[in-house]
Every structure is written in C-alpha cells, then in structure tokens.
Antibody
Framework: EVELVESGGGLVEPGGSLRLSCEAS????????MNWVRQAPGKGLEWVSS????????YYAESVKDRFTISRDNAKNSLYLQMNSLRAEDTAVFFC???????????WGQGTMVTVSS | SYEVTQPLSVSVALGQTARITCGGD??????VHWYQQKAGGQAPILVI????NRPSGIPERFSGSNSGNTATLTISRAQAGDEADYYC???????????FGSGTKVTVL
C-alpha cells in the first residue's frame, strides 16, 4: 500500500525549533518531487515547500523562507522539514504530499500537529 | 505571485449539481487540480488532476473544466457524502511555487 506517515510534531515555545519527518512506504521516494503543506486551525491549505527528486531544486513559501529547511534522504525513503525561529502563526497541521509530473499532489500523509505557544 | 480565488461556500440540493469555481489570470493556460477535504482534520484527497482527469476511485459524478480565467469543479447528483471543503491548486511557473485557493465549503441540503 502506498503511504506517507509524518512524525515529529508537538508543542514548542516561540523561537524554538522542530524537525518533522515523513516516511514513505509502498513506493520509491526518489522518483518523486515531494512537498510540505500546512493547515492552521480552521484555515485553508497553505503550500510550504517543495524538493525535487535529487534535491537540486528547492522552493519555499515567503512565509517560511529563511526559517524552514526541506531535505530528503532517498536511501531512507524519507522527507524532512527543519523548522527554526518558530512563531505562533506557524501553529498548524503539517502534511507531506507526493507530487506527480503534472504538479498534482496525489498522495498525502495523515498530518502531524505543530503548536507554537509559551 | 499568482493568486487564485474561490467562493467561500456553495450550497446544493441533494441530487442536484454543484459548481465550484477557481478564478485566476489566464488560468486556462495552467493545469488546475482539485482536492476534497472532509471535516475532522482528514487529509485532502485528489479528485481532479490537470483540469478534468479523475484519479482511479473517484466517481464519475466529479468532473472539471478550465478555460479563460475560470476553472470549474462540477459535482453531479450531489450526495450527503460530498459535503466537504474543496481546494483548487496550480503551479506558478514564474516562481515554481505551488498555490492553493482559499477553499470552498460545499453543503448538501
């Protein structure tokens, strides 16, 4: 079964850091561009970051640029998001998503909750 | 940066047709994808890719079109189980960023 499972969420104080992980199963991560998408409580979906198959092309939303770092380890079939200088407005469920060649997100994880609060 | 706009909500009578729009400058030149997200924090699922293509397992009642400045997701013979938030998404070629619409809440009356 094709599946993505996120982990690493939790409660962190403003200014703190957190590292999210996304483990893929049922397919080879190295053949896909991968993304992080977040959803603040009661709000819509917000694209956060994408990383190409070989990590050669990486992009970020303006809201997280210079604070978040996306990375991947194809050998471990895993995707990561290092989040630094966290703010209250970063509080959200974070989803990882697989991207097709047409730039559609065809497989999503169940999400991991990140809460930034003192 | 590219922006897309969706209506906040759409209501449809049971068994009737719902149409959800996604507006953007010359959006007809872009590939538009649609996602359904049901209440309770469930993960979104892809219901239409590249304007009008249905992934396997998505009912034929879901269809899409895209022309000019508007893309449309159409839900025919609406069922209670279609109640959800629906998001359109495009790839902004000028920045390589992915862009989501703000979402449309569909209510089946």
């Amino acid at each position: 079964e094709v599946e993505l499972v996120e982990s690493g969420g939790g409660l962190v104080e403003p200014g703190g850091s957190l590292r999210l992980s996304c483990e893929a199963s049922g397919f080879s991560l190295e053949t896909y561009t991968m993304n992080w998408v977040r959803q603040a409580p009661g709000k819509g979906l917000e694209w956060v970051s994408s990383i190409s198959r070989s990590s050669s092309h990486i992009y970020y939303a303006e809201s997280v640029k210079d604070r978040f770092t996306i990375s991947r380890d194809n050998a471990k079939n895993s995707l990561y998001l290092q989040m630094n200088s966290l703010r209250a407005e970063d509080t959200a469920v974070f989803f990882c998503a697989r991207e097709t060649v047409q730039n559609a997100f065809d497989i999503w994880g169940q999400g991991t909750m990140v809460t930034v609060s003192s | 940066s590219y922006e897309v706009t969706q209506p906040l909500s759409v209501s449809v009578a049971l068994g009737q047709t719902a149409r959800i729009t996604c507006g953007g400058d010359n959006i007809g030149r872009k590939n538009v994808h649609w996602y359904q997200q049901k209440a309770g924090g469930q993960a979104p699922i892809l219901v239409i890719w590249r304007d009008s293509n249905r992934p396997s397992g998505i009912p034929e009642r879901f269809s899409g079109s895209n022309s000019g400045n508007t893309a449309t997701l159409t839900i025919s013979r609406a069922q209670a189980g279609d109640e959800a938030d629906y998001y359109c998404q495009v790839w902004d070629g000028s920045t390589a960023r992915r862009v989501f619409g703000s979402g449309t809440k569909v209510t089946v009356l």
